[in-house]
């Protein structure tokens, strides 16, 4: 079992505000959690929830205007990289973590070759030749399975297929060894077959260099795969956390309960799919009290005015519930 000294980031109180025409939209609303070395972390909830934005915080990313940063700490490897400038952030990103984003062909340039914009990260980070550069490149390919790597590195993003591209895209986020790496929907826009092709070989990526990953999905199918550590996010907040046993054998708050409801089952072959009533309130305009009481089914008066505190269900469970709780503990 992993020590605390295996904490390899640990976020404290994160919040990010965005300010527009006098509203302020709390789109991350005080979020705290841990990610230690080697470990897959999933942060799972609705579109519109946070989870990109609170990982795009972690490397000073959020657009600033309109966005503001707050925190206790976000601490990598012990420095807080709140506190951090440009400079400072810039060395960090892409060499010791690395993200990997949604959609491929929006984040590669269609101007350069997929060679060519891996060998800028490996060139902005480290002091190597040109030559010595080149080689890592088709090595990188080789490693992510892309056929051929000594001719791809001369094609083009529109060149590749789409699981292709993806692969493009995790070579880039290993090309410097990072320590972690922040997965955002990285499967997203690509067929069955292929997802599960790239994330088996995410999977072994991971395990030969032992890297953390923080994996951001709402794709349940793939938590249950990969997960150590589970986070669901619920309108800026982290509403239950747990290991992948806990949440889908024993969840704990009403969110999570219903977002498993809605997985698709043999079981129900023939039946309506079921989907939490409502919609994630909008982050300008939150409900006093649980932000998830407009949609609960479980929800008392207590829930419309009291901000929830986070419950302690054991075996570092927990979940921001106290009707559930109370509920178990008198059973």
């Keep these: 079992m992993m020590s605390k000294n295996d904490v390899l980031l640990s976020i404290e109180n994160l919040k990010v505000f965005f300010h527009s025409d006098g509203t302020v939209s709390r789109a991350v609303d005080g ?127 529109h060149n590749l297929s789409g699981g292709q591209r993806q692969r493009v895209m995790i070579a880039m986020a290993l090309a410097c060894g990072p320590a972690m790496v922040i997965a955002d929907e990285p499967t997203t826009a690509l067929d069955v077959t292929v997802q599960a092709q ?31 550590r589970i986070y669901i996010m619920y309108a800026g907040i982290i509403a239950e956390t747990g290991n992948a046993e806990q949440i889908f054998h024993d969840p704990s708050h009403p969110y999570t309960m219903g977002l498993l409801a809605a997985l698709p089952s043999r079981s129900r072959k023939g039946q309506s799919l079921y989907s939490i009533p409502g919609a994630v309130p909008d982050p300008a305009h939150k409900p006093a009290g649980c932000p998830f009481h407009p949609r609960c089914p479980h929800v008392e008066e207590s829930c419309r005015g009291e901000f929830p505190a986070m419950c302690d269900f054991g075996d570092g469970h927990s979940a921001r519930c106290p009707i559930v709780y109370e509920q178990r503990k008198g059973s």
Excluded: W
């Excluded at 101007?111 to 800028?120: A, K, P, R, S, Y």
């Excluded at 395990?207 to 349940?220: G, K, P, Q, S, Y």
């Design 31 to 157: 979020v705290s959690y841990e990610i230690r070395e080697g470990e897959t972390v999933c942060l799972v909830g609705e579109s519109g929830c946070g989870k990109t934005v609170s990982a795009l915080a972690i490397l000073g990313l959020v657009p600033r205007p309109p966005g503001e940063i707050q925190g206790e700490g976000v601490l990598f490897r012990g420095k807080n990289l709140l506190e951090l400038d440009e400079e400072a952030l810039q060395r960090i990103r892409g060499k010791e973590i690395s993200m990997i984003f949604q959609e491929p062909m929006t984040s590669l340039n269609p101007v350069f070759t997929v060679g060519d914009q891996i060998e800028e990260v490996i060139t902005t980070h480290e002091e190597v030749s040109r030559f010595e550069a080149e080689r890592r490149v088709v090595e990188l390919l080789a490693d992510v399975g892309i056929p051929s790597p000594e001719e791809r590195v001369k094609d083009y993003p």
């Design 198 to 228: 790239i994330l088996h070989l995410f999977q072994g990526l991971q395990d030969r260099r032992r890297m953390a990953v923080l994996h951001i999905t709402h794709n349940l199918g793939v938590v249950a795969e990969i997960a150590d």
